[in-house]
């Protein structure tokens, strides 16, 4: 029973490269959400989907893009990576907008040197 | 939408009950309370929710104030394990705007269960 996976686990990249995290869910759940975490606080939004092909923004979308070409799949996606952009990553996904919980990955911890 | 105020940190003996307080006072009518754990930079774990009465699951029990300004997160027999960031969270009424910004994490509570 998987649940959320995210790839990759760990990753360093230089400043102006550009990578995908990608986020894979077994659940057949409708939303999908992409959270960032920085040291000592809360889990802030990113972009999310509330279904195949759709995506929108959530609080801090600049200089992120995202993908939701299947409905188990949510790519997040960094053009020109700054080191303003270290982070863990998590995913997140729910069935619908009714009292459903989120279920989380494990992140994806990202360095921009 | 409705705030949430936790104290940030507690401690807990090993085997006695975790009460976690959380204050929601703004709550509306028909939002949910939503407990959440991170245990050491993991994802963020679902412990529980509810709306009004009282809630148990294998994992712990939420109990809710009559005027719902206020609620009680209890891990009954906390272990080592138990030691993690406790999150209370509200969530706010969908709707065309918010579909997607259903859970907004604050800073939580650090629970340290003591052996």
């Known amino acids: 029973n998987a649940g959320v996976t995210q790839t990759p686990k760990f990753r360093v990249l230089k400043t102006g490269q550009s990578m995908t995290l990608l986020c894979a869910q077994d659940m057949n759940h409708e939303y999908m959400y992409w959270y960032r975490q920085d040291p000592g606080m809360g889990l802030r939004l990113i972009h999310y989907?509330?279904?195949?092909?759709?995506?929108a923004k959530g609080e801090v979308p600049d200089g992120y893009n995202v993908s939701r070409l299947k409905k188990q799949n949510f790519l997040l996606g960094l053009e020109s990576a700054a080191p303003s952009q270290t982070s863990v990553y998590f995913c997140a996904s729910n069935r619908d907008v009714s009292n459903q919980p989120q279920h989380f990955g494990d992140g994806t911890r990202l360095s921009i040197l | 939408d409705a705030k949430t105020t936790q104290p940030p940190s507690m401690d807990c003996a090993e085997g006695r009950a975790a009460n976690l307080p959380c204050n929601h006072s703004?709550?509306?009518?028909?939002?949910?309370v939503y407990w959440y754990r991170q245990i050491h930079s993991q994802g963020p774990q679902y412990i529980i929710h509810?709306?009004?009465n009282n809630e148990t699951n294998e994992m712990a029990s939420l109990i809710i104030t009559e005027d719902r300004k206020s609620s009680t997160l209890i891990l009954p027999h906390a272990t080592l394990r138990d030691t993690a960031v406790y999150y209370c969270?509200?969530?706010?009424?969908?709707?065309?705007?918010?579909?997607?910004?259903?859970?907004?994490f604050g800073p939580g509570t650090r629970l340290s269960v003591l052996p």
């Open positions: 703004t709550i509306s009518g028909n939002e949910y």
């Open positions: 989907s509330v279904g195949e092909g759709t995506t």
């Open positions: 509810g709306l009004k």
């Open positions: 969270i509200v969530r706010p009424r969908p709707g065309p705007r918010n579909y997607g910004q259903n859970f907004v």
